[in-house]
């Protein structure tokens, strides 16, 4: 069971599909679900691979202010299990959520542009928000995984290309509290898996 109050639902609210290549070319029939505030740069998959790249992206739609709510999370559901797709938002096993919408494209970034920040118990605030610095349209929207994952089903050798770059991305279980909080806002339920280890 969830340890964090968790109302969420095992369905999304709204029907969501997920964007693919023949999905969102040819045929066309993907619908960007926040079109006035980001869209998917989407990859197409390397010819004859059949493997997904993930290295598709979200970017701004507009210039967003320092610290502006980008969006609520409104179409989340409970996830059925940790996955690359999930985000943790509490210190119990099955506090993991799905996005459900075009933020799935948010990828990880050691000098992020963006924060998802999930107060614990208040769902309804939970949000993508601007960090201080702002955001420019045509801007990739990031944000710091570790600021949510505590340790991730699938990690990944980080390609953000930052100064900071901190090189293998597992979770926040792997790196010190002074290297998360350097890099970005860190949710409550991270702080106090760190105290707790
Ligand atoms: C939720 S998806 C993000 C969207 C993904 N780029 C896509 O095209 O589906 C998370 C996955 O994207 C990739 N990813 C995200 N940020 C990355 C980064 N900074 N460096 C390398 N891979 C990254 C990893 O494969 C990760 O497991």
Request: charged share 25%; aromatic share 8%.
């Amino acid at each position: 069971m969830p340890t964090a109050l968790s109302p969420l639902p095992l369905n999304p609210p709204e029907v969501w599909t997920k964007p693919t290549y023949s999905n969102t070319h040819g045929g066309k029939t993907y619908k960007p679900t926040h079109p006035d505030l980001f869209k998917v740069e989407f990859t197409p998959p390397v010819s004859g691979s059949g493997e997904e790249e993930y290295s598709s992206r979200l970017v701004a739609a507009r210039d967003f202010e320092p610290n502006e709510t980008i969006t609520r999370l409104t179409n989340i559901s409970l996830a059925p299990e940790k996955a690359y797709s999930s985000v943790q938002f509490g210190s119990g096993q099955r506090d993991h959520l799905e996005l459900n919408s075009d933020l799935l494209f948010m990828n990880h970034s050691c000098s992020p542009t963006a924060e998802i920040r999930l107060p614990t118990n208040r769902p309804h605030e939970w949000e993508v928000r601007a960090t201080s610095k702002g955001l420019k349209e045509g801007e990739a929207i990031t944000f710091f995984y570790p600021s949510t994952e505590w340790d991730m089903a699938v990690g990944f050798d980080c390609s953000c290309g930052s100064d900071n770059c901190l090189g293998k991305i597992k979770g926040a279980k792997h790196i010190s509290i002074a290297d998360l909080e350097e890099r970005s806002y860190i949710n409550d339920h991270i702080l106090r898996l760190k105290e707790a280890s």
